[in-house]
């Protein structure tokens, strides 16, 4: 497998997203069915040391992708579908540096819809793309 050359993070704490099959550190949400809730969690893609990515894409991917959606906004809000891709969508994320400067924010929402039995869903992960290329 080749070297991704770049990391996606939690804002909250610049935790590393974990890379699939690992769920240990995965994007997750606690959502209620019967309100049919919506949740959010910001993140940031940045390249290695030595490293810049190009035209740096991240899409959802899996059974359930079009549970998931991705904003570039700075503060997303989660009802006003300007602020989103569509659901499942790929975002934009241009170009990724390395350093605290080159990092690029985002955000995931994820939601549920009321006819949904609760479960773990584990289908979906982030799948990225872009031009690496040695700074």
Same mark, same amino acid.
């Given at each position: 497998?080749?070297?991704?050359?770049?990391?996606?993070?939690? +804002?909250?704490?610049?935790?590393?997203?974990? !890379?699939?099959? +690992?769920?240990?550190?995965?994007?997750? $949400?606690?959502?209620?069915?019967?309100?049919?809730?919506?949740?959010?969690?910001?993140?940031?893609?940045?390249?290695?040391?030595?490293?810049?990515?190009?035209?740096?894409? !991240?899409?959802?991917?899996?059974?359930?992708?079009?549970?998931?959606?991705?904003?570039?906004?700075?503060?997303?809000?989660?009802?006003?579908?300007?602020?989103? +891709?569509?659901?499942?969508?790929?975002?934009?994320?241009?170009?990724? +540096?390395?350093?605290?400067?080159?990092?690029?924010?985002?955000?995931?929402?994820?939601? !549920?819809?009321?006819?949904?039995?609760? !479960?773990?869903?584990?289908?979906?992960? $982030?799948?990225?793309?872009?031009?690496?290329?040695?700074?």
């Amino acid at each position: 497998m080749a070297e991704p050359y770049f990391g996606l993070y939690f +804002e909250s704490d610049d935790t590393p997203v974990s !890379v699939a099959p +690992e769920t240990e550190d995965a994007v997750s $949400f606690t959502l209620d069915a019967a309100q049919e809730e919506k949740d959010k969690e910001q993140l940031y893609a940045e390249a290695d040391e030595g490293y810049f990515i190009e035209d740096f894409m !991240v899409e959802p991917d899996g059974t359930n992708a079009n549970k998931w959606r991705l904003s570039g906004e700075s503060d997303p809000d989660p009802e006003n579908d300007d602020d989103w +891709e569509d659901w499942g969508a790929a975002l934009s994320l241009g170009t990724v +540096e390395h350093g605290s400067g080159g990092r690029v924010h985002f955000w995931a929402q994820a939601r !549920v819809s009321e006819e949904e039995d609760p !479960v773990k869903d584990t289908s979906v992960t $982030f799948t990225c793309s872009g031009v690496a290329k040695a700074s």
